[in-house]
């Protein structure tokens, strides 16, 4: 794992794709708001993800989120690019379900 040097005081990213080196990554401004965004919320096709999602997908609709799902085929690896930049192309935000 490698560290992301770009944080907060105190506060460490821990970068789980397994890069030999760290890579330097801006961190992205947060919206004001999520009212009328486009978030996506990506299964990565672990247990019990989805349940964690579709719990957040009605705290973000009712905040006034447009919600698009995706769904990765398999956990054991990165998401495939196409899926990628399909959510990039689609979305102002991602999250991610990692859960068991």
Request: hydrophobic share 35%.
């Amino acid at each position: 794992m490698s560290t992301d040097t770009q944080t907060q005081p105190g506060r460490v990213i821990l970068d789980p794709t397994g890069e030999r080196a760290i890579v330097a990554r801006e961190r992205v401004a947060r919206p004001k708001t999520i009212d009328g965004l486009s978030i996506g919320l990506l299964d990565i096709s672990k247990a019990r993800g989805d349940i964690f999602l579709n719990r957040l997908e009605e705290e973000l609709t009712n905040r006034g989120a447009k919600i698009k799902r995706y769904r990765k085929p398999t956990f054991t690896k990165p998401a495939p690019h196409d899926l990628r930049q399909q959510i990039a192309s689609e979305c102002a935000a991602v999250v991610e379900a990692l859960a068991d």
